[in-house]
């Protein structure tokens, strides 16, 4: 981690809470109370891709310092490296699937259940870098996550009630989604992590490819599963303010992210994942009729300690205090 203040790290932290938590409120607002007509997901999900890539640009013509290095980058890294674009297609394909699994989930379960449920990314991720970057987790870290699975188990045993949606929806399909958003964010991040440190190449430039071959992917989706109604009502149709704010928050979100990481430790970062859930709990209440039970707060909370605890970092057993080796020793000598 590089040398930043505190006040940085809690400035870093306390936006990507609001943006955790606001993303999820007001989507599920657009799905499921805004009176306007229905948007079209999947072109949210493409402009979302097409503003991270100009965010990307942007960055890495500050990083370049001059219009000439960045013409000279982009054709390198973009024009004469066809097997790079290829190569990070494959998380772009994976983010799409995800992203599109979020307007899904949002439309079938509330805010709040899907900020829990959707911690169960945490599992997902580590069992992914178990087996793609043979890295190991602590005894304290696999209680976690069988805490966190076993709150996840609770809140979806009964899911709660929200009194002012109007719209119909079906838990288990959400529930659906939510698992395959999961599994998408475990996979792709760790994949995205591997191809950053297997070379040198900028972050911004290995975003930039993986937005390029994500807005391809995204469009390819709109008219494989809307494309009649786009044509006939516009890849526009039903947007909103309220719309316009959820893309931003969603291209922003992802970019932030990577400032967190940079940043902030593990525990921090696990601060804020509670924190959003209880914003989103708060907010749920308030905005959409959110019914708390006992099942559900017992979860949350289980959910929140679990994140905690994975966050902790690893004590070093390998090498022993001063005092603790002569303690051995002496041992050894009776």
């Not at 983010?95 to 997902?124: E, G």
């Not at 399909?173 to 900028?202: H, R």
């Amino acid at each position: 981690l590089e040398p930043v203040s505190v006040m940085f790290k809690v400035y870093c932290l306390s936006v990507m809470t609001m943006v955790a938590a606001t993303y999820t409120v007001v989507l599920r607002y657009t799905r499921t109370i805004s009176s306007t007509a229905m948007y079209f997901s999947t072109t949210a999900v493409c402009v979302t891709e097409v503003i991270k890539l100009f965010l990307s640009l942007g960055m890495l013509t500050k990083e370049a310092g001059s219009f000439g290095r960045l013409k000279a980058s982009i054709v390198e890294h973009v024009f004469q490296s066809p097997k790079e674009l290829l190569k990070l297609s494959v998380p772009s394909v994976v983010y799409a699937i995800q992203n599109n699994m979020a307007f899904i989930a949002l439309s079938n379960l509330d805010a709040a259940v899907y900020q829990v449920t959707y911690q169960l990314k945490i599992p997902c991720t580590a069992l992914c870098m178990v087996l793609m970057l043979n890295r190991s987790l602590s005894r304290l870290q696999w209680l976690s996550v069988c805490m966190l699975c076993g709150g996840v188990a609770l809140v979806q045993w009964k899911p709660v009630e929200a009194t002012k949606v109007q719209v119909e929806q079906n838990p288990f399909w959400g529930f659906m989604a939510i698992a395959v958003a999961v599994f998408c964010s475990g996979f792709a991040g760790v994949y995205f992590e591997k191809v950053l440190k297997s070379s040198d190449t900028s972050l911004w430039v290995r975003n930039i490819q993986m937005y390029l071959s994500g807005i391809v992917v995204t469009l390819a989706g709109v008219y494989m599963t809307e494309g009649t109604q786009v044509i006939q009502k516009g890849f526009f149709y039903g947007y909103t303010p309220w719309v316009c704010f959820v893309v931003f928050l969603a291209s922003v979100g992802g970019l932030y992210t990577s400032v967190v990481v940079k940043y902030t430790d593990n525990i921090m970062k696990g601060f804020s994942a509670a924190a959003a859930i209880v914003l989103s709990t708060v907010a749920s209440v308030a905005l959409f009729g959110l019914q708390i039970t006992v099942n559900f707060a017992s979860g949350a909370m289980l959910v929140c300690i679990s994140i905690y605890l994975y966050g902790l970092p690893k004590q070093d057993t390998s090498k022993l205090p001063r005092a603790d080796k002569d303690a051995k020793q002496k041992l050894i000598t009776v």
